[in-house]
């Protein structure tokens, strides 16, 4: 297992086949059929869907997860490939298929999940030796509270350990249907550089509802910055010095799949170029902005003449 270039960023944590479907407002009777205008095989998965999003921005991916010896795991490291993203660290496991979601999507683009854990519930330290870490400038969770074997204590020491080695670190949660949230993070957030929980996730973290007051507990308790992604109200950055309420970029909503993680890409890139925490914020709003357009995770993303066009006047 080795890299042979250096990489902008490794993200480690979820890999998922979606499947999506829609307009489902409604499930049929049992044993009926509803007719459908779409249904999509895609790539996802937080690490998968941030990594996707950070190389066609052209930075240098590698990807650590595990997925199944099945035809969604074959998918799932064919697509990776194809947008250069280096996957020699995506293990097969010989006992769990690949994590897969169903996806239904109502008219106005709001999703509902069912989801297996699969492969990805094996995923711990054992996977990730140090080699990969040193090659990488920013070390990405991309997946805490569903990912059993590396959630908790792990994360930490997992994170600790980059930050000895001089990495950038960050994390992103995804809904922990468990209520586990803080024994999850606890031992992690002393060494996270930037978090980038949705509000929603934060809220039932913290038990606290405004985002100035869910960003000083976790400052408080270690995190150099906190951004949080409040869908159709933007987001909201901090580092306890300076704050920001970023607006969103107004399109036409067709899918939220994937939103969050299209932010996390756009607002790592921002870092990866050295922007302070606003600019950071606002290619993160203008990445998931994109991403909103289309239907599933993976989108087109806009030129970096686009975005600097885009971005014109705000920053």
């Not at 009926?32 to 996707?52: D, F, K, P, Q, S």
């Not at 930075?59 to 010896?69: Q, S």
């Not at 059993?148 to 922990?176: F, N, Q, R, Y």
Request: aromatic share 10%.
């Amino acid at each position: 297992m080795e890299i042979k270039n250096n990489l902008d960023v490794l993200c480690i944590g979820i890999a998922v086949a979606d499947v999506l479907g829609k307009p489902i407002d409604f499930l049929p009777e049992k044993g009926r059929l509803i007719l459908l205008e779409e249904i999509t095989l895609n790539t996802g998965g937080c690490a998968v869907n941030t990594g996707i999003a950070l190389a066609k921005l052209g930075f240098k991916v590698g990807i650590i997860a595990r997925v199944g010896k099945d035809g969604f795991g074959d998918f799932i490291i064919s697509r990776l490939k194809t947008y250069g993203i280096n996957t020699s660290g995506v293990k097969i496991d010989d006992k769990l298929k690949t994590s897969a979601t169903m996806v239904a999507i109502s008219r106005e683009g709001e999703r509902s999940f069912w989801h297996y854990l699969g492969a990805n519930s094996n995923l711990s330290l054992e996977d990730i030796p140090d080699k990969f870490l040193k090659r990488a400038k920013i070390l990405h969770i991309a997946g805490t509270n569903v990912l059993p074997s590396l959630d908790g204590k792990p994360t930490g020491i997992l994170l600790e350990k980059a930050k000895k080695m001089g990495l950038i670190t960050s994390l992103d949660t995804v809904w922990d249907a468990k209520g586990n949230w803080l024994k999850n993070l606890y031992s992690a957030l002393p060494y996270m550089d930037y978090f980038l929980p949705s509000l929603e996730e934060a809220r039932a973290m913290t038990k606290k509802e405004n985002p100035e007051d869910i960003a000083k507990f976790f400052l408080n308790e270690g995190v150099k910055v906190i951004a949080l992604k409040m869908g159709e109200k933007g987001s909201y950055v901090t580092n306890g010095k300076e704050e920001y309420y970023i607006p969103i970029f107004p399109v036409e909503v067709k899918d939220t799949t994937g939103a969050g993680d299209a932010y996390v890409a756009g607002f790592l890139a921002g870092v990866l170029l050295g922007w302070d925490i606003k600019r950071c914020g606002l290619l993160g709003n203008l990445i998931g902005a994109f991403c909103v357009k289309e239907i599933g995770a993976s989108f087109k993303t806009p030129s970096w003449n686009e975005i600097f066009e885009f971005l014109e006047g705000r920053i």
